[in-house]
């Protein structure tokens, strides 16, 4: 099952300190549902304010992009620039 | 900038009735580089000002008695451009065209700079080391007073209100004479003296020092003649114990404030630094 | 080859330096920047400052303003919707519209001096100025608090009674000036301290600094009396100036048209809003278009600044130099409101480096300053300012040449970063031995001077573009980018459809088009406009061809697979057929008769943006009686990708270099007791000037480009401002025989250093 | 407020402007003739952004009075070009990219030809000391340098005679 991890401390405040979790998805989309339904607000707050690594490499705003049966996610804090 | 009325007299005459007529509400203009950007920042509110720049003698370098007479209007591009005069007096003229940029040369002055009183101006400890003095025209007619004389503060000066400066007046320059004027400023350029300091010296045919003034900038309320510190090189060759006590001297006139521009500390240190090399420039100068 | 990827090879417009398209408009004075439009009943808008560092405001009299003949209007954030909530995309986070609201205007409490409190229209410059005396506001002041270990402790003045440090578990129960506590880390660092043969430690600290953009922020607005408006600004995003006014003032976004002025530099600070709600509102509520230029003083104390930085940083190496384990503090100043780039500090510190164990701390800290903005690589250059001297002080201690032991740690592809990506396309060995084998490391450091390496990142980012291509009748093409160009990206976009639709530079013109005439966009920010604007720039081309070929298809009655798109001209390779091959011109001339107009536009959502590396080496002295430093000779080198206008991008390197070198050196946000800044002004903020820097020779790396672009470019804008803070602090710190930890260097500070 | 008439010549054309006492050249510059070329970056005399050359002296436009101008000769950025013809410093600044976003340009320009029309063959320190009063963002002043240095040489090529 695909593995979710994150660098954000900020995870913590919506799954009451749980940083890694497995979890069923295959898309991104997929993935914030079901975050929202595990951990309330978390699938909100991380569509608007975080970015994914999948198998390590960084997804912005892509809902569509795929999730592999042993992919590893990794929740990041969205980057932006000057 | 409401409400501001702009005079141009053609005459010091005209000026000196103008600027009593506005009854302290006037401000007089030379070069502006130091008004405009008071008036824009709201610290100066003039209702009337007073351009100098079209006045005959407030403008232009003229020879005179051996000396040198510089209208305090004159832009430090045209000091710069008067090749006697910068050889007769480079650390004078260094220090007039080290006042801004090049934009700002074209229009700052050395009058302006010496009536905008700031205790960092660039051209004053050059002028009080030169012994310049200031040709002052008032209700009662002209009169003449020591550059030393004329900063009271920051923003100050002795001068009454309805007294306008009309020139500077550089006094015959003896052989083996010369001058230099160094700052300190963290930039290259742009910057306000962090210090600065003006040396003038006479040597004569041996080598030997016979007269000498050293001024600093920016190291307390008003540029400073350090005379103690020119009494140190004089009958000297400027060796190293001489310019140890030049330093002493130096220092020991210093007292300056710390601000966004530099430490009282470093401030006092940098002026020996500099009140030496400017004198080894000087001393270089008048050799050559 | 037909027409696909193109890659690196037979490329005829990329990688060429012709001239951009809007060159003569700016070397001639016709381009129009912000402060440049002017409308007809325009009225001259001024923005009420607040005088304090951090006040209760108990009221707002604008009575006697109002009564000032020619006054039209007189706003204050009573005119904003109050419900201004949900958020907008921008800059280097997300900003709560809430706070950006009150950064605009402030409500109820005024939280640094040059804190908007109210603003007034009026017909007249003159007649705006005396109004804003007369607007009488009241204030209670409070105590202030200006420096991040300040705001940190205990009995700080607390700016929001509301903000309680998310992050930690449990939630605190006071509230604090900590917005935010982000942790990152991996490995067991505790064990790679034990096991190190080597240790480094050291405390450093950075002053706030401004963008230092030379056009102050500038906009016209104007409210139609349906509702509909139309806002000139210089913005980074015009998109983003929409959608932010539009919440700031409970619009329709389809309701606010944003025509993006020329920019006249931002590097960050103009990816927020500051004068535009302000402006339409007032123009709401008078009628009148309203325009609002700020000072520069205004400049300094109200927009930008980057977060000034408080850090330690920790290594454990083995005896031979390979880095195991890390530890680092990051407290950055958020300003005003939280929201400092600290998380993308921690996320870039080690970026260079492939470092096993790594223990990251970082702290979002508000206080009584202007709120942040994003700046060119937002929260890199202290992080690495730490690191690298760290780095520094490693290659001493070992005896080892500092290029040496950043290769022997630096990463390669395949390495995982501690925020989760995997190193892909990274160039950092060859940028690294670039520098070592470059003329300037050949040539031996000069007597009295010192030379200082480092090394920086940035992860460039992608995102939403869109772009449209239109071939005109005579065979010419005009591309439209949705992204303001800061810096030449009009020249790019119009090369890579040059080169896409094989015709010459001078057939395609580019054009920035506002938010009713293109598809969404995101900001000119984040390195991203040449790789995601130019992708959909590529595409829309790639669509023309095919269009093209369709058409010419067509015209022979063969099939379209037997057509070809060489040159700009369209050939049959049936041999069956004996055609004549078809320009662009003459298929668009034509093109009613093939299915009309001949145009495509793309939008899309661009991933796969490269990390970026940089290089810097720098040679100085010092005047050992004044602590003055003089930097000698510079060069940087970077990892490109590929460099579609390598002019453009070598400018990139060397203006980034010298923003570094006025960081190391001289620039800093100086305050008083009072609170109040003291340094407001380009005289006393001391950017370099062109006799402070020498000649910045640049290498441009191009070995790995980034297979995800059709080019293969990578953002390049960002990181050149990465390594520069570090390699003038390293040859310094070599000079003065100690470890310089606090920025600027400033002759007196280093002068002190000296003496101990 | 009391505002008087200003006669002068800008760009070689009689211009006549309605300037008020405290206004500054700049400011009649943009707001009254529109010539909106010349910028302003700081209104202090610090950026050079507002560089023209008034009587042959560079000035920033900002530090000038605007009633001042009576009976002057003004060159602006708009002037630079001759009938269309980009001026050789404006070719090699669009050659050597010495402009990113554009808005110093202007008075770069200004500043650059004041310096060339004294000195036909200055070195980089020369030129680097003369634009100090430039402030540019963009570049890190490399292209610019070498613009105008370049600038130079293709001058004194086109004065030698044939």
């Known amino acids: 099952m695909p593995r979710v991890t994150s660098i954000s401390g900020r995870i913590a405040d919506f799954t009451g300190g749980v940083s890694a979790f497995q979890v069923e998805a295959r898309t991104v989309r997929a993935l914030m549902r079901e975050l929202e339904g595990r951990f309330p607000g978390l699938g909100d707050f991380v569509e608007d304010q975080m970015a994914l690594a999948i198998d390590g490499e960084i997804f912005q705003d892509a809902l569509g992009a795929e999730i592999g049966a042993d992919s590893e996610i990794v929740l990041i804090p969205k980057i932006a620039g000057g | 900038m409401s409400g501001v009325d702009y005079l141009a007299p053609a005459s010091v005459a005209d000026a000196v009735s103008a600027l009593r007529a506005s009854a302290g509400s006037a401000r007089l203009m030379a070069g502006g580089t130091d008004l405009l950007v008071q008036m824009r920042g709201g610290r100066a509110k003039p209702e009337v000002v007073i351009d100098l720049k079209r006045i005959p003698g407030l403008m232009g370098i003229r020879g005179e008695g051996g000396g040198f007479v510089i209208g305090a209007a004159t832009s430090g591009a045209a000091l710069g451009e008067h090749e006697a005069l910068k050889a007769a007096w480079p650390g004078v003229i260094e220090a007039a065209n080290l006042i801004g940029s090049t934009q700002v040369q074209g229009r700052a002055s050395l009058g302006g700079n010496l009536c905008n009183a700031s205790p960092a101006a660039d051209g004053v400890p050059a002028l009080i080391a030169a012994g310049a003095v200031c040709i002052i025209e008032g209700p009662a007619g002209a009169r003449e007073v020591q550059v030393e004389k004329v900063q009271a503060g920051p923003g100050k000066t002795t001068l009454a209100a309805?007294?306008?400066?009309?020139?500077?007046?550089?006094?015959?320059?003896?052989?083996?004479?010369?001058?230099?004027?160094?700052?300190?400023?963290?930039?290259?350029?742009?910057?306000?003296?962090?210090?600065?300091?003006?040396?003038?010296?006479?040597?004569?045919?041996?080598?030997?020092?016979?007269?000498?003034?050293?001024?600093?900038?920016?190291?307390?309320?008003?540029?400073?003649?350090?005379?103690?510190?020119?009494?140190?090189?004089?009958?000297?060759?400027?060796?190293?114990?001489?310019?140890?006590?030049?330093?002493?001297?130096?220092?020991?006139?210093?007292?300056?404030?710390?601000?966004?521009?530099?430490?009282?500390?470093?401030?006092?240190?940098?002026?020996?630094?500099?009140?030496?090399?400017?004198?080894?420039?000087?001393?270089?100068?008048?050799?050559? | 080859m037909s027409d696909g990827n193109q890659g690196g090879v037979n490329l005829k417009v990329v990688g060429q330096r012709p001239i951009r398209p809007d060159g003569v408009d700016k070397v001639t004075g016709r381009a129009q920047?912000?402060?440049?439009?002017?409308?007809?009943?325009?009225?001259?808008?001024?923005?009420?400052?607040?005088?304090?560092?951090?006040?209760?405001?108990?009221?707002?009299?604008?009575?006697?303003?109002?009564?000032?003949?020619?006054?039209?209007?007189?706003?204050?954030?009573?005119?904003?919707?109050?419900?201004?909530?949900?958020?907008?995309?921008?800059?280097?986070?997300?900003?709560?519209?809430?706070?950006?609201?009150?950064?605009?205007?402030?409500?109820?409490?005024?939280?640094?001096?040059?804190?908007?409190?109210?603003?007034?229209?009026?017909?007249?410059?003159?007649?705006?100025?005396?109004?804003?005396?007369?607007?009488?506001?009241?204030?209670?002041?409070?105590?202030?608090?200006?420096?991040?270990?300040?705001?940190?402790?205990?009995?700080?003045?607390?700016?929001?009674?509301?903000?309680?440090?998310?992050?930690?578990?449990?939630?605190?129960?006071?509230?604090?000036?900590?917005?935010?506590?982000?942790?990152?880390?991996?490995?067991?660092?505790?064990?790679?301290?034990?096991?190190?043969?080597?240790?480094?430690?050291?405390?450093?600290?950075?002053?706030?600094?401004?963008?230092?953009?030379?056009?102050?922020?500038?906009?016209?607005?104007?409210?139609?009396?349906?509702?509909?408006?139309?806002?000139?600004?210089?913005?980074?995003?015009?998109?983003?100036?929409?959608?932010?006014?539009?919440?700031?003032?409970?619009?329709?976004?389809?309701d606010i048209k944003v025509i993006p002025a020329e920019i006249g530099g931002g590097f960050g600070g103009k990816t927020t809003v500051y004068l535009e709600p302000v402006a339409l509102a007032l123009s709401r509520k008078c009628g009148r278009p309203v325009k609002i230029v700020m000072s520069r003083e205004e400049v300094f104390l109200a927009s930008g600044p980057t977060s000034g930085a408080v850090m330690d940083v920790r290594l454990a190496a083995t005896k031979d130099g390979k880095i195991t384990g890390a530890e680092m503090t990051l407290k950055y100043q958020a300003g005003a409101f939280q929201g400092s780039p600290v998380n993308l500090g921690l996320m870039t510190a080690f970026a260079c480096y492939d470092v096993e164990s790594l223990a990251l701390t970082g702290y979002d800290v508000v206080s009584n300053r202007p709120k942040v903005a994003a700046y060119r690589a937002p929260g890199a250059p202290m992080a690495a300012f730490a690191v690298e001297s760290a780095i520094d002080d490693l290659a001493l201690k070992l005896g080892m040449d500092p290029i040496d032991l950043r290769l022997l740690n630096a990463v390669r592809d395949g390495a995982k970063t501690v925020y989760g990506a995997t190193v892909r396309c990274c160039a950092l060995v060859e940028t690294l031995e670039a520098i070592k084998a470059s003329p300037h490391y050949q040539t031996p450091v000069g007597k009295g001077q010192a030379r200082g390496v480092a090394a920086g990142f940035w992860f460039n980012v992608g995102g939403e573009s869109s772009a449209a291509v239109h071939v005109d009748e005579d065979g010419g093409v005009t591309v439209v980018s949705s992204n303001p160009d800061i810096g030449g990206s009009r020249a790019s976009m119009a090369m890579m459809a040059a080169e896409r639709l094989g015709l010459p530079i001078e057939r395609v013109r580019c054009t920035v088009a506002d938010t009713t005439s293109i598809g969404y966009s995101g900001s000119t920010g984040g390195s991203r406009v040449t790789f995601a604007t130019g992708m959909a720039v590529v595409e829309a081309a790639q669509k023309i061809v095919a269009d093209l070929k369709r058409r010419a298809a067509q015209t022979w009655e063969c099939d379209i697979a037997m057509v070809e798109w060489k040159d700009g001209v369209a050939t049959c390779i049936d041999p069956a057929k004996d055609v004549k091959p078809l320009s662009m011109k003459a298929i668009a001339g034509k093109s009613a008769k093939t299915g009309g107009p001949i145009a495509a536009e793309v939008s899309l959502n661009a991933q796969g943006a490269a990390a970026g590396f940089g290089v810097h080496v720098c040679d100085l002295e010092i005047d050992p009686e004044t602590g003055r430093t003089t930097v000698v000779r510079y060069t940087a080198a970077q990892d490109v990708g590929r460099a579609i206008h390598p002019a453009y991008v070598e400018g990139q390197l060397q203006g980034g270099a010298a923003q570094g070198i006025g960081w190391a050196l001289n620039e800093e946000y100086v305050y008083g007791k009072s609170g109040l800044l003291e340094n407001a002004s380009f005289l006393d903020y001391r950017m370099p000037v062109a006799s402070d820097l020498p000649m910045i020779d640049t290498i441009l790396i191009e070995t790995k480009p980034n297979p995800r672009h059709p080019f293969g470019a990578k953002g390049v804008g960002e990181v050149p401002i990465v390594p520069p803070l570090a390699a003038v602090s390293n040859a310094v710190s070599r000079i003065v025989g100690r470890r310089m930890t606090s920025l600027p260097m400033s002759p007196a500070k280093v002068l002190a250093e000296m003496a101990k | 407020m009391s505002r008087m008439v200003v006669n002068a010549t800008v760009n070689g054309e009689p211009v006549e402007f309605l300037a008020g006492g405290g206004q500054s050249l700049l400011d009649a510059l943009r707001d009254e003739l529109r010539l909106t070329g010349s910028k302003e970056g700081c209104g202090t005399g610090d950026c050079g952004a507002c560089s023209v050359i008034v009587d042959g002296r560079l000035v920033c436009a900002c530090l000038m009075l605007a009633p001042e101008a009576e009976g002057t000769r003004i060159e602006t950025i708009e002037g630079l070009a001759d009938n269309g013809h980009l001026h050789p410093l404006q070719h090699q600044f669009l050659e050597q990219a010495a402009l990113q976003c554009g808005f110093c340009t202007p008075g770069l320009l200004m500043a650059s030809k004041a310096l060339l029309d004294r000195n036909a063959d200055p070195t980089e320190s020369e030129v680097r000391y003369w634009l100090a009063g430039n402030m540019c963002r963009c570049t890190g002043y490399d292209k610019v340098v070498r613009a105008v240095m370049d600038a130079a040489a293709d001058l004194r090529q086109a004065e030698k005679p044939r």
């Open chain 2, 162 to 288: 309805d007294e306008i400066l009309l020139a500077f007046r550089l006094p015959p320059r003896p052989a083996r004479s010369s001058d230099a004027y160094l700052r300190l400023i963290p930039r290259t350029e742009m910057d306000i003296a962090v210090v600065g300091v003006g040396v003038s010296l006479t040597l004569d045919a041996g080598g030997v020092c016979n007269a000498a003034r050293v001024s600093v900038g920016a190291v307390a309320p008003t540029c400073l003649l350090v005379e103690a510190a020119g009494v140190a090189l004089v009958g000297t060759t400027l060796d190293d114990a001489a310019l140890a006590k030049m330093e002493a001297a130096v220092s020991a006139a210093c007292r300056p404030i710390s601000d966004k521009r530099g430490t009282a500390e470093y401030r006092t240190k940098v002026a020996c630094v500099l009140a030496r090399r400017a004198a080894l420039i000087a001393k270089d100068r008048a050799n050559a």
């Open chain 3, 33 to 254: 920047f912000g402060a440049d439009f002017h409308l007809p009943g325009m009225l001259t808008g001024r923005i009420k400052r607040s005088p304090h560092a951090h006040a209760r405001v108990v009221s707002i009299d604008t009575r006697a303003a109002e009564k000032l003949p020619g006054v039209k209007a007189i706003v204050t954030s009573a005119d904003f919707d109050a419900g201004a909530a949900g958020e907008v995309e921008a800059g280097e986070s997300h900003a709560a519209m809430k706070e950006v609201a009150a950064n605009c205007l402030a409500h109820g409490k005024v939280l640094y001096q040059g804190h908007a409190v109210a603003a007034v229209a009026a017909t007249q410059p003159e007649i705006a100025a005396e109004a804003l005396d007369l607007i009488e506001v009241t204030y209670e002041v409070l105590p202030h608090v200006i420096d991040v270990e300040a705001a940190m402790a205990a009995d700080a003045p607390v700016l929001h009674d509301d903000m309680y440090t998310k992050g930690v578990t449990p939630k605190p129960g006071k509230a604090s000036n900590v917005a935010a506590k982000h942790v990152m880390g991996r490995g067991d660092v505790a064990a790679a301290f034990k096991a190190a043969g080597v240790i480094v430690e050291g405390s450093y600290e950075t002053a706030a600094v401004h963008q230092g953009y030379i056009e102050p922020h500038a906009c016209v607005a104007s409210w139609g009396a349906d509702g509909q408006s139309t806002i000139w600004c210089s913005s980074q995003g015009q998109f983003l100036v929409r959608a932010m006014v539009a919440k700031i003032l409970n619009m329709p976004l389809s």
